[in-house]
């Protein structure tokens, strides 16, 4: 059994900051890329940011600047600093990893259950 679990939602007020963080616990002989995506009412779910193993980091044009995406291998978590805070930034956030089972010798998509971001204006 493999898990994500994110934390550190809530409501924000525009131009204030946010860290998210998000454990992978379970059955894991390794972990490929982790990331952010999120889900703002009535859009499809996107790409906030992501990073390898190596700690090759890739943003979305709209967050570029103002969010950073950091991970630590040994704990199995990847973190979200989100600053400068607008509306605009609303949504769910969750959480996805690519994970190798022990004993699997394929890497799966796991996806945690979300954590709420609200930032007022």
């Known amino acids: 059994q493999v898990q994500l679990v994110e934390s550190g939602g809530g409501l924000v007020q525009a131009g204030g900051s946010l860290r998210l963080s998000c454990a992978a616990s379970g059955t894991i002989a390794s972990i490929n890329v982790m990331g952010w995506y999120r889900q703002a009412p009535g859009k499809q779910r996107e790409l906030v940011a992501d990073i390898t193993s190596g700690g090759i980091a890739n943003y979305a044009e709209s967050v570029k600047g103002r969010f950073a995406i950091s991970r630590d291998n040994a704990k199995k978590m990847v973190y979200l600093q989100a600053n400068t805070l607008k509306p605009e930034d609303t949504a769910v956030y969750y959480c996805?990893?690519?994970?190798?089972?022990?004993?699997?010798?394929?890497?799966?998509?796991?996806w945690g259950q979300g954590t709420l971001v609200t930032v007022s204006s």
């Open positions: 996805k990893a690519d994970i190798r089972r022990i004993y699997s010798p394929v890497y799966v998509e796991q």
